[in-house]
C-alpha cells in the first residue's frame, strides 16, 4: 500500500491472514488519509510492529486460526510497542470482553459499514492516554451486561 498524502494521522498497520480482507480496509483507510501497511499474519504484524520507527495504530482482522487475542497479548506483553493502540474486528461478539480485558482500544463486528469503521480509528487514536483504561473498564461493563 502507498504512503498517503496526509501526514497529520499517525500510520495503521492491518493485520490480517486474509489479503483481500487486508486490501479492502487498507484501501478504505487510505481514501480517508491514512497512511497504511499491511501484515498478512499475526508473527508478521508483530515483526512489523517491532521493526517501525514510528508508532503504529494497529487493526487486526480476526485471524484465522490464531485469535486476535494471542496477537494482542502478544503486543500488550513486548515493551517497545505494548502501549500501541489496537482495533480488533471480529466475525462475533463472542471474543468482546476478552479483547476489552487484554487492552484493546477498540472491537468492531464485521460486517460493519465503513463509516463506522472510520470512525472508530478516528477516536482510538483522538483518545488521550489518560482516558484509555477508564475506555476500557466501561467496555468490558456494557459488554458483561
Not at 486476535?68 to 515493551?79: Q, Y
Request: net charge negative.
Amino acid at each position: 500500500m502507498s504512503e498517503s498524502w496526509r501526514t497529520d494521522r499517525p500510520s495503521v498497520l492491518v493485520v490480517s491472514d486474509d489479503p483481500d480482507a487486508g486490501e479492502l480496509l487498507g484501501r478504505l483507510l487510505e481514501r480517508d488519509g491514512w497512511p497504511v501497511d499491511l501484515a498478512i499474519s499475526g508473527a508478521a504484524g508483530l515483526t512489523a510492529l517491532c521493526d517501525a520507527t514510528d508508532p503504529y495504530t494497529v487493526v487486526v482482522i480476526e485471524l484465522g486460526p490464531v485469535p486476535a487475542g494471542e496477537l494482542l497479548a502478544s503486543i500488550r506483553d513486548t515493551p517497545p510497542v505494548a502501549r500501541t493502540r489496537v482495533v480488533v474486528c471480529a466475525g462475533s461478539d463472542a471474543g468482546r470482553v476478552d479483547a476489552w480485558i487484554g487492552g484493546t482500544d477498540g472491537y468492531l463486528v464485521h460486517p460493519f459499514e465503513g463509516a463506522h469503521f472510520l470512525a472508530e480509528i478516528t477516536a482510538v487514536v483522538a483518545r488521550p492516554d489518560t482516558e484509555r483504561h477508564d475506555h476500557r473498564q466501561q467496555q468490558i461493563a456494557v459488554a458483561g451486561d
